[in-house]
């Protein structure tokens, strides 16, 4: 079993740049960022995968957020910059631990073997 620690949520400015971290307890194939509003469904928003680093994006943050990944400290990154009051939502990181897929497959969350428990990111303007 896999533990997700994810951190680095809080508020920012319209314009401003946050990274937000996931922290996982044990090797995985991929990792996954998605985010969800009270009362709207959760979206995705940007998979990486472990050994080859293949990376994969929503369009909605495309050219905004980065997806990285330390593979000594088994902890994925997602840098978020242009921050919109739109991207306010509750971030949850994913780990996808068995089987392999192409990248643009990482989009659903189905994948998903592990969830983490979510932090907040709020964009004000």
């Known amino acids: 079993q896999v533990q997700l620690v994810e951190s680095g949520g809080g508020l920012v400015q319209t314009g401003g740049s946050l990274t937000v971290s996931c922290a996982a307890s044990g090797r995985t194939y991929a990792m996954g960022w998605f985010r969800q509003v009270l009362g709207k469904e959760r979206e995705f928003v940007a998979a990486i995968t472990w050994s080859g680093g293949s990376t994969v994006y929503a369009d909605s943050v495309k050219g905004r957020f980065t997806i990285s990944r330390d593979n000594a400290k088994n902890t994925v990154y997602l840098q978020m910059n242009s921050l919109k009051p739109e991207d306010t939502a509750v971030y949850y990181c994913?780990?996808?631990?068995?089987?392999?897929?192409?990248?643009?497959?990482?989009?659903?969350?189905?994948?998903?073997?592990?969830w983490g428990q979510g932090t907040q990111v709020t964009v004000y303007s």
């Open positions: 994913a780990a996808k631990t068995r089987g392999r897929v192409f990248v643009y497959s990482l989009a659903g969350g189905a994948q998903y073997d592990y």
